[in-house]
């Protein structure tokens, strides 16, 4: 715990100060499992997945057993009667955050923790394998047993009925957030995404794609996306860059915070925009105020949404924009050589905000990638609820995009195994990325309105203003607010997919000439 939150003379503040202590052992434990995730997902070889699995599983059910033992709810409830500490708002954050995860967290027997944990682990390994060959059946088995698994979970959280499962796991991704709430925002976005996307189709001022079909050697690469990740705030000393099949940042512990990214020769641009990605969640993790309350239910982020809407803001908002690629272009012309001659900035400034629907959902356009999110947001949902059985998922997917993108999907590895989520168990994940894009279109209004000389400052590549602006107003707060709280505190308003409209607007109509 930090020093002068409590007077430690009261017995809740002493209950509180044990109870916090209780709380950073588990965050011990999970901080281990973080770090044995990441080694699974980048230097681990191939053969050691079984071993992997059993020592992920081990810990989780170690942390799980530290962080639901019964003396905990006495801890909470000593603390929480004492008036006096908790009209500290800091104490009042961890108690509140910290009960929700014991309440939810006393609900799940140890050995499905452990099940789920071992059983995820081998999947994503069997996943791996299967989207290399593209072979569903391969997959089919581990799909069929962590969706049984999650039904359990659901199940645990008091889901009786199919229809209340999806609901049930939302709280582990969205606090607060309900399947009734996400069709609304979601609705409203497609009604108006779709006309926009085909009015984008049927104009004929399509700016040129050819700066991303230039093939940039990929040790170059990766010195430009190091110094761009490093000149938007990542912090290498409490950090590093890898490469994995599939892009992501985790957090180890205060000082280590891990992204990973992938390159292919073509379209260096996307493993920039991948790159500016997971900086985006790495910079929320380094902002955090980790160092002093490291374990502590406060110290850690809001909601996945919120942490998404921190990397698309980076990536989209930021990493798309005409100011960004005046400062980007001649430090790639540098950094990249010979490959990128003549590329001018609005050259690609054009091609990176080309929109053009596309098979995978990372490498999509900013428009068409909430249909790629709502696609799975529904068919994952029907899986849960035992209306469409994992056997069928290939032909329900093709299916969807040709319904949705116009396209055929050519093979699974580029339809529904392309995502590493569902053999990680991580149903109800998806929405995040629509809503935490919802956000973040909602804060970029909100600091252009606050920091008048904001984007003319990246094209002399200042992005300390914007970082600053999201420190103080996001990352510092860890989960002090609720997400809807917190987004209501920045932006003055309660979440509307409006400024994301607005924003798509004002950078397309000018770019497609409609
Ligand atoms: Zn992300």
Known sequence: MSQGDTDSSTPGAAAYRELLGELRQAALLRSSVALLGWDQETYMPRRGGALRAEQLAQLESLAHRQATQPKLAELFEAAESDAELTADPMVAANLREGRRRYERAVRLPEELVREFTETT??????????????DFSA??????????????KAECHGASAPGEMY?????????????????????????????????????????????????????????????????????FASGRVDISAHPFCTFIGPGDTRITTRYTEERFADALSSTMHETGHALYDQGLPKDTRFGEPVADVASHAMHESQSRLWENQVGRSQQFWRWAMPEARRVLGDAVEGVTPEAMFGAVNRVEPSLIRVDSDEVTYHLHIMLRYDLERAMLAGDLAPADLPGAWNERMKRDLGLEVPDDARGCLQDVHWSHGYIGYFPTYTLGTLYSAQFWAAARRDLPD???????????????????????????????ELVERV????????????YFEERLRPLYGI
């Open 454 to 484: 904001l984007e003319e400052g990246f094209a002399r590549g200042e992005f300390a203003p914007l970082l600053e602006w999201l420190r103080e107003r996001i990352h510092r707060q860890g989960s002090r607010f609720t997400p809807p």
């Open 167 to 235: 609901d049930a796991l939302l709280d582990d991704y969205e606090p607060g957030a309900d399947t009734a709430s996400i069709d609304r925002v979601f609705g409203e976005l497609r009604d108006w995404l779709v006309p926009f996307a085909a009015e984008i189709a049927a104009s004929p001022g399509a700016p040129s794609d050819a700066p991303q079909r230039l093939r940039v050697p990929i040790e170059r690469q990766k010195e430009l996306n190091a110094l761009v990740a490093e000149r938007i705030g990542y912090d």
């Open 121 to 134: 682990s081998l999947a994503s390994e069997a996943w791996r394998d299967a989207r290399a060959q593209s």
């Open 139 to 152: 997959f089919q088995p581990w799909l069929t047993k962590v969706v049984e698994l999650t039904r359990r």
């Open 491 to 502: 932006t003055g308003a309660p979440l509307t997919p409006r400024p994301l409209m607005e």
